[in-house]
């Protein structure tokens, strides 16, 4: 069976041979005239297919808009901040929304650090333990010794074939779980250890294990802390905590970032003697940008939608069957299907209904706020002339001053909890947008649903179903003229039968 306009079944027929006639073109004409019902069907399901495509399209731009309206209503939205520092290569700061405005000073007395010991002798890349004079090895233990005394260890062994390399791998392999790790650097032929936290709480002990030759293997590398002191068994060394001053109070950290008034604070260089300026300040531009991308997408939506409720329909140019489609260059197809497109959510009385109700939650004073921000036009938010049907113009100047010098009440017009005229507008706008998806939902569905129970996906069903039936219904007519034709062919054959044996018999007589 097929839609084409040129067969409903598919049986292998062969006609002709006895009649002469072209079967299949007559039965293809006669199956034309036939399917003008089924065309018209057709046509109809294409028609609410594509308002439900252009339905379903105003709806997506809705929840677009809608989720622009949700960031604004959240109170970040109106509490980005920004922050200068005087020295960044000194101190670093990152800011949240939300964070307290004003100036602050820090003067970095001592960086936070870690265990660090550092060999100080130069020890080329393959030198052994033995090639140190350690012949039978060294044994010893690391201990890392908590705030309350506890003491975690692992023994450490190295034989003497070892290299500086070795002693590295065996120290991170062994004792990785204290927070320590050795690195050999061969370009300098250092031997390096340090911890994987700072602060002074983070101890380290190293015990010898090998009777006596561990500050000898110390002294051999020059082993020494970050004061330059030789690094001995049995003592204990430790990182540092951060020192520094914030608005003139000294405070100890054990790492160099620190949080304060909504601000991370990370310190890069110590230098008593600086003074370092951090200024907070209110993020005008990040503000500017969410409302600018709302009032964009909202006059998107008003263009798209009045552009819609205007088009004109022309109803000389319906949906091209398939048998028209193949007879048309493909531009020739494009232009038409424009117009057959054009205008059939023209005049849209729920759309209409929609575009209303967003412009009164936008247009409406918001009462209690306490302050001369109290609606859109207020802060440089207004509409054109009536040939704009509702497309708003953003004064970005006004908006900046109206933020900068009362960024409360800005705030409070766009998302006050409240009822009635103390509702702010973006509530009133997400009530308008809920409303108008439900709307537009019940008509069109969502696309993807298993079950389309809208009031268009239930004509398209029923459509559907009289599709089916129109085709079957022509199949057995399609059918029903093959048979007529078998027969004729039937008749036409027997009598060439019958004219054949009279000449022969005629024939044979007169002979």
């Known amino acids: 069976m097929a839609i084409d306009g040129i067969s409903f079944t598919n049986r292998a027929r062969y006609f002709g041979l006895a009649s002469g006639l072209d079967v299949d073109e007559i039965v293809r004409g006669l199956m034309q005239a036939e399917r003008a019902p089924l065309d018209r069907l057709l046509q109809k399901r294409q028609i609410l297919e594509w308002q439900q495509e252009d339905l379903r399209t105003i709806n997506r731009m809705l929840r677009e808009l809608d989720d622009l309206a949700f960031n604004l209503r959240l109170e970040s939205a109106f509490a980005a ?43 080329k890349d393959g030198t052994t333990l033995a090639d140190l004079g350690f012949t039978n090895g060294i044994s010893f233990r690391i201990t890392r010794v908590g705030p309350g005394g506890d003491e975690e260890s692992e023994t450490i062994t190295l034989d003497s074939n ?116 951090v200024a907070v300040g209110q993020d005008t531009d990040a503000v500017v940008e969410r409302i600018k991308a709302f009032v964009t997408k909202y006059n998107e939506i008003v263009a798209h939608v009045n552009t819609k409720l205007l088009e004109r329909r022309y109803y000389d140019y319906p949906p091209l069957t398939e048998a028209q489609r193949k007879e048309m260059e493909e531009e020739d197809i494009r232009l038409w299907q424009e117009r057959a497109r054009s205008g059939l959510l023209r005049g849209d009385a729920m759309l209409s209904s929609i575009l209303s109700s967003l412009r009164q939650a936008l247009g409406a004073v918001v009462s209690g706020t306490g302050s001369e921000y109290n609606s859109l036009a207020s802060v440089g938010i ?31 017009l766009f998302r006050q909890d409240g009822a009635g005229g103390e509702r702010g507008l973006i509530h009133r706008v997400r009530d308008a947008l809920k409303s108008g998806m439900e709307r537009i939902t019940d008509r069109v569905g969502t696309a993807g649903s298993s079950a389309d129970l809208s009031a268009i996906g239930r004509q398209i069903g029923w459509l559907n179903d009289a599709i089916a039936r129109t085709e079957e219904r022509l199949a057995r007519r399609e059918e029903y003229y093959y048979r007529q034709f078998a027969a004729l062919e039937a008749f036409i054959s027997q009598a060439n039968t019958q004219s054949m044996w009279l000449a022969q018999a005629f024939g044979a007589w007169w002979a």
């Open 382 to 412: 207004t509409t054109g002339p009536w040939s704009e049907r509702g497309i708003l113009h953003l004064d970005e100047a006004k908006l900046r001053e109206a933020l900068e010098q009362d960024p409360a009440g800005v705030a409070a």
């Open 81 to 123: 901040r920004h922050v200068s520092v005087s020295d960044a290569g000194a101190v670093s700061a990152a800011v949240t929304a939300g964070a307290s405005l004003g100036t602050h000073t820090i003067r970095v007395h001592q960086l936070a650090q870690g265990l660090r010991l550092h060999s100080t002798v130069e020890v």
């Open 162 to 277: 070892h290299t500086l390399r070795d002693v590295a791998n065996v120290i991170n392999s062994s004792a990785s779980r204290l927070g320590i790790k050795a690195v050999y650097e061969p370009d300098l032929g250092r031997l390096f250890i340090t911890s994987t936290e700072t602060g002074s709480d983070v101890q380290f002990r190293f015990d010898d294990e090998s009777g006596g030759s561990l500050n000898g293997f110390f002294s051999a590398l020059g082993l020494s802390d970050r004061d330059g002191s030789p690094v001995q068994a049995g003592a204990v060394y430790a990182g540092q905590n951060a020192v520094f001053e914030y608005d003139g109070v000294l405070i100890e950290r054990a790492t160099n970032q620190f949080t304060a008034g909504g601000v991370t604070y990370t310190l890069h260089r110590a230098d008593p003697a600086a003074e370092i300026v």
